[in-house]
């Protein structure tokens, strides 16, 4: 009884390439079959599968397992996007996450990464992701997985090009 079909006014978060485009292969990127977001506290890592296309999410020294099919998390998209972070309320631990002044990051498909900006044009705009030259970027078909990264923080992050290091 759920509408399957979008309203006219739908707004995508990001552009998808089409059912009948080839896949987007970031040819002028770097390799990328290991990409660490930095994280602390639960270490996640994300290690590429060439035989399928999709990275595989492991955190806490194991792999990610969905608790409802127990499969093992993977995305075909990994975006990176820095952002400003402060603790707004100490006494509480409350973080305020900047998610609108735009920033750097990188965006990684198919085994390569390229770095990105990313924009938000407003509170309930999606965020935009461009290429160095200012193109919008173009995202494979399949789950994005976006990782924010607190700006001081993106120092610890890694996208690592060879599949044999973890």
């Not at 044009?121 to 994005?144: C, H, L, M, W």
Request: aromatic content about 12%.
């Amino acid at each position: 009884g759920y509408r399957t079909d979008y309203e006219p006014s739908y707004t995508s978060h990001c552009k998808m390439n089409e059912d009948d485009e080839k896949q987007i292969t970031l040819d002028q990127g770097e390799d990328a079959y290991v990409v660490q977001p930095g994280y602390l506290v639960n270490k996640p890592w994300f290690v590429y599968n060439p035989e399928d296309g999709q990275y595989y999410r492991y955190e806490y020294g194991d792999k990610q397992i969905d608790g409802i099919d127990n499969s093992q998390l993977s995305c075909k998209n990994i975006i990176l996007q820095v952002c400003e972070r402060i603790v707004a309320d100490k006494a509480v631990g409350y973080l305020s996450v900047n998610t609108m002044s735009g920033g750097r990051g990188y965006y990684v498909t198919n085994g390569k990464s390229i770095p990105v900006t990313w924009s938000k044009d407003s509170q309930s705009a999606p965020t935009r992701y461009f290429t160095e030259d200012g193109t919008e970027i173009t995202v494979n078909q399949g789950k994005t997985w976006v990782c924010i990264i607190p700006t001081r923080d993106f120092a610890k992050s890694e996208i690592i090009g060879n599949e044999d290091t973890q």
